[in-house]
């Protein structure tokens, strides 16, 4: 199912489909260029905004098959603008998305945005030419594309032969979930509210959502977050399912020594979701940090509309010796910095922007912080390690190295690997639980007392 942009029938304050175009190919343009999505939109206007993230995430869905079946179409390639423009009508022309306009209209449309631009103009009928072959010859061409992997499966070769060897049983539907548009799941502040009267009040304005865990409720149709009932007085916050099982493995069972507070810290924190869970479940001393200025105030603003207190301080988790005073800790939240190959269905131009190499480099990050901040926990003390990566090596491989170098380590109940969405006939995939989530890995380990 694609996400489907705003259209501008019957729609008097929607911009025209053809200036959605536009926008949509100067963001791809930037994504092309190694920008991701959201600094893409950063120039196209708030009017503009949800149709042209809609047209360019339905883009990046079908990118690769986009990309094979223009060079086919195209011997040699057209300057920057036409080229963008051209792909984008390629994608929207595939028969999984074509369900967003007519073809008719579409390519209208498209040539209507490249008449209108001076970059474009004068390759307005190479365009039209381009995209109605396509129209014509759609099934041999799509045919011939799928025997490139990238084609076939819309994600770099590299990427898919990857998931394959991580998940053999599973890869296929783990690639097709990606390809899927994720739902909009909340975390009810059950300080402020409870999941109960949210859930009603929210029905009475005609939004209807289902309970998911012990704080989740999951919308059947996406809102605005800001013009949902509740947003600004900090009743719940934007958190997927997933995620929100992070908090609660932490905390669960765990007690403080004697009679003080549980002092915990979250050591990668940004934007500050699971921050804020750890805090609304119980009272403690939390120490959130992250590495820059600009995502610690995203904490703060954060837990400021929450109505929750925390120190949140700019440091890098990997270097305690700058920021730690010596206690120990209770427990610790290491969501460490990961490929987030698990939260493709929302972000669809991660594995655009990814490289193999990657997965490598950010696993030796995660190593050295599982290793520098372990000794800060004290014994009987919890460390939950999670990423939103799929890939072994950022999961269970990091797991099962970092046990044997560690003798203190005990790996206590925790859900592994978790893959994202469902498969193709409905059924979970064999690693997940039961709802619905992105892809997320989770292990807790306790630090052993000493004999």
């Not at 190694?34 to 950063?42: D, M, P």
């Not at 036409?82 to 390519?107: E, F, K, N, R, S």
């Not at 009810?188 to 859930?199: K, P, T, Y």
């Not at 719940?236 to 009679?259: E, H, K, N, R």
Request: glycine share 6%; charged share 20%; with cysteine.
């Amino acid at each position: 199912m694609t996400q489907t942009p705003v259209r501008t029938e019957g729609a008097n304050l929607a911009p025209p489909l053809w200036q959605q175009l536009q926008a949509c190919a100067k963001a791809l343009r930037a994504v092309r260029q190694g920008r991701n999505h959201v600094q893409a939109l950063a120039g196209v206007s708030p009017a503009m905004r949800p149709a042209a993230q809609a047209l360019l995430f339905a883009v990046l869905r079908q990118w690769g098959r986009t990309l094979a079946i223009q060079k086919e179409l195209v011997q040699r390639a057209p300057p920057a603008p036409v080229d963008d423009l051209l792909c984008v009508g390629l994608a929207l022309a595939m028969p999984v998305t074509q369900v967003m306009y007519p073809m008719h209209t579409l390519v209208n449309q498209l040539v209507e945005a490249a008449k209108r631009d001076p970059a474009t103009r004068a390759q307005a009928a190479f365009i039209n030419a381009c995209v109605r072959r396509f129209d014509r010859e759609r099934g041999q061409l799509i045919q011939r594309s799928d025997a490139q992997l990238s084609a076939r499966w819309n994600h770099p070769e590299w990427w898919v032969k990857a998931i394959q060897q991580d998940h053999p049983l599973d890869w296929q539907a783990l690639l097709d979930a990606n390809l899927q548009a994720a739902p909009m799941a909340v975390r009810v502040n059950r300080r402020q509210q409870s999941v109960q009267a949210l859930q009603a009040l929210w029905q009475t304005q005609g939004i209807s959502t289902q309970r998911c865990g012990e704080s989740g409720l999951v919308l059947h149709q996406p809102q605005a977050v800001h013009a949902l009932p509740g947003f600004e007085q900090g009743w719940f916050s934007v958190q997927d399912p997933g995620a929100q099982m992070a908090a609660p493995l932490l905390l669960t069972g765990l007690q403080p020594i004697g009679t003080q507070r549980l002092r915990v810290l979250d050591a990668c924190a940004a934007p500050g979701g699971k921050t804020a869970h750890l805090l609304e479940m119980a009272d403690m001393d939390l120490l959130a940090i992250d590495v820059e200025e600009a995502r610690c105030q995203r904490v703060r603003d954060n837990l400021q509309r929450l109505q929750l207190k925390a120190e949140v301080r700019c440091a890098d988790a990997a270097r305690p010796s700058e920021w730690w005073d010596g206690q120990a800790w209770d427990a610790i939240l290491l969501d460490a910095p990961c490929t987030a190959s698990g939260i493709v269905r929302r972000h669809p131009d991660i594995p655009w922007l990814r490289r193999q190499s990657d997965v490598a480099a950010l696993a030796d990050i995660q190593k050295h912080m599982l290793q520098t901040l372990w000794p800060t926990l004290r014994h009987g003390g919890r460390l939950l390690y999670c990423t939103c990566s799929v890939f072994r090596a950022e999961g269970e491989g990091q797991l099962q190295a970092f046990l044997v170098n560690n003798s203190d380590a005990v790996l206590m109940p925790s859900p592994g690997h978790l893959l994202p969405g469902l498969s193709a006939s409905g059924a979970a995939v064999s690693d997940n639980l039961a709802q619905e989530h992105d892809g997320f890995f989770y292990a807790l380990l306790e630090k052993q007392q000493h004999a």
